[in-house]
């Protein structure tokens, strides 16, 4: 196995609620099924989406969103809203 390179997006089914925050704000990486849970539906993203991931990741209320390749999201707050 070679390390992860890039973006990696995934997310627990299990603990989302269904908010539905992450679909509105990145609705080209994530849906939701029938019943409302997150759906990843582009696992590898490209890296122009990196503050727009942070921010989902952020923004979900159960912590259900998982980016390997993002790093910690304090050294994002800068921009504007
Ligand atoms: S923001 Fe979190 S809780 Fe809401 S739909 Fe997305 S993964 Fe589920």
Redesign the pocket.
Known sequence: MTAVDGLRVS??RE?????????YRLPQV?D?DAE???LVLDERPPDGLRRELRR?RR???????RVDGLGPDADEDGGAP
């Not at 609620?17 to 992450?22: A, D, E, H, N, P």
């Open positions: 997310a627990d603990s989302c609620v269904t908010s539905s925050l992450c679909v994530f939701q409302g849970r997150v989902a923004g979900c209320p159960t912590r259900s969103i």
